[in-house]
């Protein structure tokens, strides 16, 4: 096997595992209860939080824009996955520390948080896409049907999974 063939399967492999791992805004109704009870939310704040979500999960023209300016060749994935792993921190994170209590926020700020984490998705997707497009021009329409149909699915069985062997209350059997 030559070697650009072994980096572009390679990259393709690690796109699909960021694609897994990319999709939590798919995940809202899994984790949504905990926002609005930890909060105190009722249905209409927590439906301001999912339409935050919503918008900042469907408006990537920021890292389309990142991934046009950024010079080509190996640097422009790595510059719009790092822009993206950056967006995810900054969303999810502190969402994660109001809802746990250590960093209470207002709804406001966390609509923005949401509104941030939501965005790194389509940064994650758009370097993912793109390098996929790139690495294999003979097969453009299947390598993109392999990253938009396995991000849904796939993370939101991951992320069901983390969540519910991390929080949940299992019986103890003595």
């Known amino acids: 096997?030559?070697?650009?063939?072994?980096t572009r399967w390679s990259a393709l492999a690690a796109s699909a595992?960021?694609?897994c791992f990319a999709g939590a805004s798919y995940c809202f109704g899994i984790y949504s209860p905990a926002l609005k009870?930890?909060?105190?939310?009722?249905?209409?704040a927590l439906d301001a939080v999912a339409s935050f979500k919503d918008v900042g999960a469907n408006v990537g023209i920021l890292s389309g824009l990142l991934a046009a300016w950024a010079p080509g060749g190996l640097r422009r994935?790595?510059?719009?996955?790092?822009?993206?792993?950056?967006?995810?921190?900054?969303?999810?994170?502190?969402?994660?520390?109001?809802?746990?209590?250590?960093?209470?926020?207002?709804?406001?700020?966390?609509?923005?948080?949401?509104?941030?984490?939501?965005?790194?998705?389509?940064?994650?997707?758009?370097?993912?896409?793109?390098?996929?497009?790139?690495?294999f021009p003979d097969r453009r329409g299947t390598v993109i049907g392999i990253m938009k149909v396995q991000s849904?699915?796939?993370?939101f069985g991951i992320i069901a999974l983390l969540f519910v062997s991390s929080w949940s209350v299992a019986p103890r059997i003595k």
């Open 1 to 6: 096997m030559a070697s650009g063939a072994r």
């Open 17 to 19: 595992l960021i694609q």
């Open 37 to 44: 009870s930890s909060q105190s939310y009722d249905q209409s």
């Open 77 to 135: 994935p790595w510059l719009v996955l790092l822009a993206g792993a950056a967006l995810c921190a900054a969303g999810y994170l502190p969402m994660w520390l109001a809802v746990a209590g250590v960093a209470p926020a207002p709804l406001p700020l966390v609509c923005f948080y949401m509104f941030l984490g939501a965005q790194a998705q389509t940064f994650l997707n758009t370097a993912n896409v793109i390098t996929a497009v790139e690495n």
């Open 152 to 155: 849904p699915s796939f993370s």
